[in-house]
């Protein structure tokens, strides 16, 4: 795909609707949804689950059924009135060959502490199937995520990892933004010699966020309520920065802090730098920042989100529930030697061996 389809004004900043960078996104969904169709493979099944009672939670439901519905794709919203059922819709979910993908609308539990010590909430991304799991929130994809690896199947490279979709979100908007990306350098180089600051360090949005950047070889602060961290060439320091000296610094600054009076000092903004505002509430003063020269602002990402959304919700039905994946497995299944194989392997082992050292012997 070419770059950038955002353009900056030299003069003055300019506000960007992120629906142009979900546009192509959501042509290439419809055309695949349209082609499983017209060879009789019904359309993949995202279902959400839904335990509370956050105003942004059901409102992004809606806009993913919105949006499912409009690009073909089948979309069922499952409420849940105790929170403590979750878990067992979940499993339901995991074990039914009908559902092929499942996002579960966080915070449930937020904070409160389960048995073992980690958030009720953690255990329940871990819980998600990676065959399911459109969010890429559970340890299989994490783990890959926070060491770099972008198969599960190394070296085949055939089945690529899913990533969290706000975050993905965030990188295919910088994609398209001036200043950013640099397509002559190597996949994992092209942010090398960006700084950039994310004010939020959320699981859903802010670290994996700050992981990807760092992949792709910038240098990423991490800044949360209480704490700086440093992502930059696979490594994580704590950093004892100032905000403030952090977003001076960089030339990309993304915000996520889900609070009606947080606002970003407008002062700290370079010239020519790209802001992103992922949180549901405005985190910057728009006026005072489209007045920086140069300056590139994306003040809602929920569009390319969704996308995103639909996007792994396809890739896991490529990966792992379309028919002739299914059918391949079965195939190999049925073609894998039965039980007594590896006892006359074992059998034919010891007599080759046997005889090696027979002959090795006579030969003394
Ligand atoms: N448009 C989209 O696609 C999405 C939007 N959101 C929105 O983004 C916002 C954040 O969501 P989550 O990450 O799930 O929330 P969260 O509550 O899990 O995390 C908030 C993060 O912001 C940090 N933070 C809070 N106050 C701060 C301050 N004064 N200074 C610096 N850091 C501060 C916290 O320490 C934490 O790291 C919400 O408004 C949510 O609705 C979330 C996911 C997707
Ligand atoms: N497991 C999980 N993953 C999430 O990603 C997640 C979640 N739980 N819980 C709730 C928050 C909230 N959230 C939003 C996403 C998109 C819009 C959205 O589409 N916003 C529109 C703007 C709507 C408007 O304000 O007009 C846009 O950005 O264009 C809003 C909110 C995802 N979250």
Redesign the pocket.
Known sequence: MSKPVIVADPSKGVKVDAGVVAAPFRKEIRDKVEALKAHGVDAPLLVGLLANK?P??KQ?AEWTRKACESDGLRYELRCVDDAIDVEAELMKANEDPKVHGIIVY??IF?QEESFSGASQDDYLRDSVSFKCDVEGLCHTYRTNLYRNVRYLDYPNQSQKCLLP??AL?VVKILEKCPNCYDESKAVGRQLEGRTVTI?????????PLAAMLANDGAEVYS????SIYKFSGGRLHKCELT?EECVRQSSIVIT????K??MLPTEWIQPNATVVN????KNVDEEALLKIPGVVYVP???K???AMLERNLVRLFDQFHHPDVVYRKEQKKAGEAPWYGSLIQLYTAVAITALLVHQALRRK
Request: glycine share 10%; aromatic share 10%; charged share 10%.
């Open positions: 956050d942004a939670a992004y966080y915070p937020g979709c706000t979100s004010i939020n360090r959320s699981e859903i949005v802010g670290r800044v949360d309520i209480n905000p996520g802090v889900p609070t009076n947080y992922v949180a549901s509430f809602l990402v929920g390319v989100t969704v």
